[in-house]
């Protein structure tokens, strides 16, 4: 369980992700996030993909002409009369750009207890805007305004950067909370809430820091009757060199040495059965197959693995 005495204000952290300049490293924004909580280790899990958004408008030299493209082209196409043509017209004659708003994603994480749900996630992006694209190109004129917000053809321009660099808050996430709301599903348990729970059974949780490792990634999705549905979702963070287990044919003692070296390239003991959880480098019929050796005379698996794996085997799941 989440100790007591930890406590992170959200305004607070909105309030110096607002006040700070990226860097390089993030090492500024990382700094002065630790102070909030000296005594709670606040580590940066994992930057995700970059993504791209659309952006607003600038003139020629880079001038601010609006922050929101799309609302600016809605509002334009009214001032104009709602007439194609003399919107066009109108944006030629400026000489418009189009930016977009590139960005990743920080995954900043505290432990907050011995148990895999037991720390708290920080999610901030770290955004740039751009120059993108001229708004309309005089030699494939958009036949709506879909066109001028999302042109299939762009007239591209050589990037250029619109101000600084900055940060954004997005969210902190309890993930202790978090879980035991998600685990109020009236159906059946979450396969993230049961691989957390599976992780606190093992010898992993002896050996390693999930939220090291390991993230959630919330989101919401529509159900079939239109009702808004939490989920949540497990990202794996690391970027090590992990061996692929592809002979699938290898038992007994071929089959452990396998798994011992993915372990200890992955860290911790146990680890083969998480990844083979989430479809990462360890197909699920390694898990049939461990299971097969122990249930013999060749067993190497502690005796809390090897019950994790039987529950596993009667009820499979992935996440």
């Keep these: 369980m989440t100790d007591a005495t930890f406590t992170l204000d959200g305004q607070a952290i909105a309030k110096i992700v607002k006040q700070t300049l990226p860097d390089a490293e993030d090492e500024l924004l990382l700094s002065k996030l630790k102070q909030l909580n000296p005594n709670y280790p606040l580590h940066l899990s994992y930057t995700g993909a970059e993504w791209y958004r659309i952006g607003g408008i600038v003139d020629i030299n880079g001038k601010r002409i609006a922050s929101d493209l799309i609302e600016w082209t809605e509002r334009t196409f009214k001032e104009c009369g709602q007439n194609l043509h003399t919107f066009i017209d109108y944006a030629l004659e400026q000489n418009l750009i189009a930016t977009r708003i590139t960005g990743k994603t920080l995954y900043l994480v505290i432990k907050t207890g011995s148990k895999a749900e037991d720390f708290v996630q ?128 290898a038992k007994g003692t071929a089959l452990h040495t396998q798994l011992n070296r993915f372990d200890r390239q992955a860290g911790y003991p146990f680890a083969w059965f998480f990844y083979m959880l989430k479809g990462l480098w360890v197909p699920t019929q390694i898990g049939v197959t461990v299971f097969k050796d122990i249930s013999k005379d060749f067993s190497y698996l502690p005796e809390r693995d090897v019950a994790v794996l039987k529950d596993w085997i009667s009820t499979p799941y992935s996440v």
């Design 122 to 249: 920080i999610e901030i992006d770290k955004t740039q805007e751009i120059s993108d694209r001229f708004l309309v190109d005089e030699q494939n004129l958009p036949e709506d305004l879909e066109e001028f917000i999302d042109p299939l053809y762009p007239k591209t321009i050589q990037p250029f950067a619109i101000g600084t660099a900055r940060y954004q808050y997005r969210r902190k996430t309890d993930v202790t909370i978090f879980m035991a709301e998600m685990s109020k599903h009236p159906f059946s348990e979450h396969p993230a809430q049961r691989f957390m729970d599976d992780f606190n059974r093992s010898s992993a949780r002896h050996n390693t820091t999930f939220c090291h490792d390991w993230i959630i990634h919330p989101f919401r999705h529509t159900g079939r009757f239109g009702e808004q549905i939490v989920n949540v979702d497990i990202i794996n963070t690391q970027q090590k060199n992990i061996p692929y287990l592809e002979n699938l044919n």
